[in-house]
């Protein structure tokens, strides 16, 4: 015990707690612009700490981090434009919110949970650090090809009212993750002949490009643009309800217990949507999640050049605004057809994850296929894939046997 206080007391000094203040705002500013990730944000943050106290170093570079995972929330919850790929389940509620009015409240609970999340964190990992390491030493190519499928099929599935479609989506994304070299055999694949697609798309402009263009497309086809109030862009003051505030509290502690952020190569971009997807499953009212009533962002000029600038600077390259236009005319007609888009950016994510461990299993195998299943941690993963699949067909079908049933007089 006497351990932690000391150390509390050491952290809470003034050269830590200024260090970390100042790197949180920083990092919420650099979170907030899409493009730039908390890894980047310690990358430009690590040169000046080379020659600082290493406590006041480490507080300033998880102050960085915290801060830009919070950051990314802000984009996500008022343009619909995530600003980082873990801040994407976000936007599924924050930016209904933010169209009714409640953008306010939305930024708060983003804040608390943000806060929340982080103390949960670093609790678990000042106790069960140890413990957790260990475990972690369970999980080999096997057993992270199964949290990758894992993830992409919850989310698949969760995300949309059709999982068919959410199915699809993820499948979709695997694919454009294949693109460029692979990295086991450096063979090119579906470059097309373009140098340019060596390194595959970037996850960035593709996600920009989803995320931020449909809207400024959807509002571009209404006819009373001019008729929608200025009051509608206030950020106006939404204060939570009685008992509102307490009532979120089961929801960061589910939340929290995800625990995939302990494990090599699976960070926040996963933990997020199955977070998101655990809490929508425990919830008694499932079909609320993600639900709004969108009126429209009127800053249709600002978020064009906004996305144009950052989609530039990413990589300096004129050929990556028109990977954005493209990957926003596609995520345009596919939410005409209510395909979701998440899975899309989910499997960019994960399919080379996948990918890589399942070529990497067969490897140690020696091509024997059963490795996937006889260790005991993948075959658990697997029933819970399969699971995770199936659940939503048996509520869909629940819910038709029950329509059909006439009612009793």
Known sequence: MDFYVNAFTQVMAFGPLTAML????????????????????????LPLTYSMDPLVALAMVAGIYNGSMYGGAIPAILLRIPGTPASIATTFDGFPMADRG?????????????AIGGIASAIALMTMGPILARLTLFFGPAEYFWIAIFGMASVGVMV?????????????????????????SGQARFTFGQTWLLGGLDLIVVLVGLYALPPVLQLAEKR????????????ADAPFAKGELRGLFPTWLRASGIGVGILPG????IAA???????????????SFGK??????????AILILMCVGVYVINGRMVDLWVMLGAGLTGYFLEKVNVPLAPIILGMILGPMAEQSIRRALLIS???????????LSAVLAVLTLLIVIWPLIRVLRRRRSTDIPPTT
């Open 366 to 376: 020696r091509g024997d296929p059963t490795e996937l299943f006889t260790r005991p």
């Open 160 to 184: 949309g009212s059709d999982p068919i479609k959410g199915i699809m989506a993820a499948v979709l994304g695997l694919l454009i993750g294949t693109m460029g070299i692979d990295n086991l």
């Open 266 to 269: 699976a960070g926040g971009n």
């Open 102 to 114: 409640e953008a306010s409240k939305a930024l708060k609970i983003a804040c608390w949970s943000s």
């Open 224 to 235: 009373d643009l001019m008729g929608l109030s200025a009051a509608q862009l206030k950020l």
């Open 22 to 45: 100042g790197a949180t705002l920083l990092g919420v500013f650099i979170g907030a612009l899409p493009g730039l990730n908390p890894v980047m944000a310690i990358a430009l943050l």
């Open 273 to 287: 949507f199955l977070s998101y997807n655990a809490v929508k499953n425990a919830s008694d009212d499932p079909d």
């Open 292 to 301: 709004g009533n969108p009126q429209g962002v009127l800053l249709v000029p």
